[in-house]
Structures are given as C-alpha cells and as structure tokens.
C-alpha cells in the first residue's frame, strides 16, 4: 500500500490525468444517457477508437505505470522464477515496450513478435495474476473500468502466444 501511495505522491500528473480522461468518458456518457441513449452509443463508440495510450495520457503519462506493473510482477513470489537467470533491466525494457504496444503504442519489430514468450514458460495461473496485478494497480490509480477491460483484452489477445501450451499449473 505504501508503494501506491509512493507512486501517487511522485506521480501527480500521471494520476491526475488518468482521473480526467476516465471522469471525461464517464460525465459525457451519463450526460448523454439522460437526455438520448443513441448519442450515448455513439460517444462510447468514438472513445473506443481512441487508442488505450492515449485515452490513459499518452506513452510519457504511461512509463511510470508500466514501471509499476513491471515492480509488482517481478517482485511477486510466485512470479519471481520467470525472473531468474535474466538480466532484469533488459527484460523491464522489453516489457515496457511490449505493454506500450499492447496499449496502442507504435509497434517495433520485437515487440510484435511473441513467440519467444513461449520460452519464458509462463503457465495460465501466472498469467491469470498477472491480469489480476495489471486489474489491481491501474484500479489504484484511478484509472476507469473501461480502459482496465481493455489493457486486459490486449494482454489475453496475446494469451496463447505467451503461455506456453497445455499448462494449466
């Protein structure tokens, strides 16, 4: 909790920004819900193309949360194994760039590649707690319930290039 409220504290701007985009969506489509629900519709559709980057701030707003997420996967118990034997930094960078592309960030080569992830042996269980880490600290910063489905869409749309195959434990 205290690392929350750390990031918090030393990211004001991030999470002030990810509480106005989310009270921005939410206001307009309540506003609108009052008064036309076909409006309402039309808004939620135009939202959902903004890309999930920008709709959390843009790639420079982000950095910080991805720094979080990485903190808390790697430092987890029963996540800290894919963690062995790598050089932690090189992996940090290539899982930030991994995320801001899962995000909607402009791809690169690497990062639209996952079949090596396959090699990390990350089982379902580990994947489901990392969509359940990813859930638990973009809800701490505020961020709305709308962009966490879809930071979770994006990393299950990579599932079954990620885990390895017919491992359930």
């Known amino acids: ?6 990031f918090i504290e030393n990211n004001k701007a991030v999470v002030a920004i990810a509480a106005v985009a989310a009270a921005i969506g939410i206001v307009g489509i309540k ?3 009052s008064d036309n629900r076909g409006s309402a519709k039309i808004l939620d559709a135009s939202i959902q193309k903004v890309p999930l980057i920008e709709r959390l701030g843009g790639e420079q707003a982000v950095q910080p949360l991805i720094s979080l997420i990485f903190d808390r996967i790697s430092n987890n118990k029963d996540l ?5 034997n790598v050089e932690k930094s090189k992996v940090q960078q290539h899982f ?7 995000f909607g960030g402009k791809p690169t080569q690497t990062q ?3 079949s090596d992830h396959c090699k990390l042996n990350i089982t379902e269980a580990q994947f489901e707690l990392i969509l359940n880490l990813l859930d ?8 709305d319930n709308r962009e966490i489905n879809d930071a979770r869409e994006a990393f ?3 599932k079954y290039q990620i885990v390895i195959p017919n491992k359930n434990a």
Do not use: D, W
């Open 156 to 158: 299950l749309n990579k």
């Open 96 to 102: 930030n760039a991994v995320v801001l592309y899962l």
């Open 112 to 114: 639209t590649n996952f």
């Open 136 to 143: 638990q600290i973009l809800r701490s910063v505020g961020v």
């Open 80 to 84: 800290k194994p894919l963690f062995q």
């Open 31 to 33: 506003a609108l819900n």
């Open 1 to 6: 909790m205290q690392k929350i409220q750390n």
